[in-house]
């Protein structure tokens, strides 16, 4: 995609993450997705770098950058592993950004300014077991602090939560116990009473991210918002979320078409290399187009949040295609290198195991299907 939309600024951040993504991120991937390791000293390596906080305000932390220029940092650290780049992702985008966004100033100046210098890790706390794309159905619940408003005490459990046995700093929602089932946002420190990981996920693909349960029992909390604002501000860092999701999904698709290119100008049959079959230059050819097109729908909702303006559908369609084009292409770049695609000598059986979450997490297809539907048709929409 053409670059002559990108200030300066976008130029060197994106440079600074490709460089740290080639020779920090990928040479360890591999051994991380082999054995289920969180590379926690690479999230302190990007914090000296201002990657941990890249969009965040400077007077909190923060590089003070814009969404755009998260988002390229995004879609190069995913490029080289995707547990790194979803790590960052939910960290950034649904931890400490709500936090600047909805908290009190004593919350952004206590919480935010650690989160942005990679000293400490944030995470998002929304699904439950029985509570998925239907958050409202959640059963956590808030007792209220009989002696301070701000506070109240968890009993639940959550699931999946992207980061959860690293995390310093937890941003949950439950039911607020006296207000009609309204939603509550809140916030949780790891290492409270009654607060526990009580299981470490095992996935399909993105080995090198902790996906964890959480259980609450009687679990001091601060309120983050307004009394029965949860709903709202997990509806809208969703909206900013999915944003983050697709761009990590433009790296991992990218990553496959790096690997599928370079093995058919160097594979030969037949006496000629494989790139000058067309069944593999138009693979590879429109493998590029789409690649190119999520990347335009990403930098497109990016620009639009950043500049404060509605996103949410511009968000929903960013992840809806992106998503499917890593799903699809990183399916079809194991189809260019044959047998060996699917063994672990190459990358791209990783890509396509890490490739398919982003069609589930923060918000499945069908629910930005969904949300787009809505706003074209409005009542209409089944």
């Known amino acids: 995609m053409s670059d002559h939309d990108l200030t300066d600024d976008e130029r060197e951040i994106r440079a600074l993450a490709r460089r740290f993504a080639d020779e920090v991120v990928a040479p360890g991937a591999v051994v991380w997705d082999r054995e289920h390791a969180f590379p926690r000293e690479v999230f302190a390596q990007l914090g000296e770098l201002g990657l941990m906080g890249v969009c965040l305000p400077e007077e909190l932390g923060g590089a003070g950058a814009g969404y755009a220029a998260y988002a390229l940092a995004l879609e190069e650290l ?29 919350q952004r100046e206590r919480l935010v300014p650690p989160l942005a210098r990679g000293e400490e890790l944030a995470a998002f706390a929304l699904t439950e077991a029985g509570s998925g794309s239907d958050a409202s159905a959640m059963r956590t619940r808030a007792t209220p602090d009989p002696d301070d408003d701000a506070r109240a005490h968890l009993d639940g459990t959550k699931q999946w939560i992207t980061n959860g046995s690293y995390a310093q700093t937890f941003n949950v929602f439950a039911r607020d116990g006296d207000r009609d089932g309204a939603i509550g946002g809140y916030v949780v420190r790891a290492g409270a009473p009654g607060f526990a990981v009580t299981r470490e996920e095992e996935k399909l693909g993105q080995h090198s991210s902790s996906t964890a349960d959480l259980l609450f029992e009687g679990t001091p909390a601060e309120r983050l918002g307004p009394p029965g604002g949860g709903m709202r501000i997990a509806l809208s860092t969703l909206d900013g979320g999915r944003i983050g999701i697709a761009a990590q999904a433009v790296g991992i698709a990218q990553a496959a078409l790096d690997v599928a290119a370079a093995y058919a100008r160097e594979r030969n049959a037949f006496g000629r290399p494989i790139a000058g079959f067309q069944a593999i230059s138009h693979k590879l050819a429109e493998m590029q187009t789409e690649i190119e097109a999520a990347r335009a729908l990403v930098r497109r909702a990016a620009r639009r949040k950043e ?20 799903r699809h292409w990183t399916g079809e770049a194991i189809q260019v290198l044959g047998g060996y695609g699917y063994t672990k000598e190459f990358p791209v059986e990783r890509y396509y195991r890490d490739a398919k979450v982003t069609e589930i997490y923060e918000g499945t297809s069908e629910i930005q299907r969904l949300v787009i539907a809505r706003a074209l048709l409005g009542a209409d929409a089944g």
Do not use: M, N, W, Y
């Open 307 to 326: 500049a404060g303006l509605p996103h949410t559908v511009e968000g929903a369609q960013a992840k809806l295609f992106a998503s499917r084009v890593a």
């Open 78 to 106: 995913s490029r080289a592993d995707a547990g790194v780049g979803v790590t960052l992702a939910v960290h950034v985008g649904a931890g400490a950004l709500p936090i600047v966004a909805h908290g009190t100033d004593e």
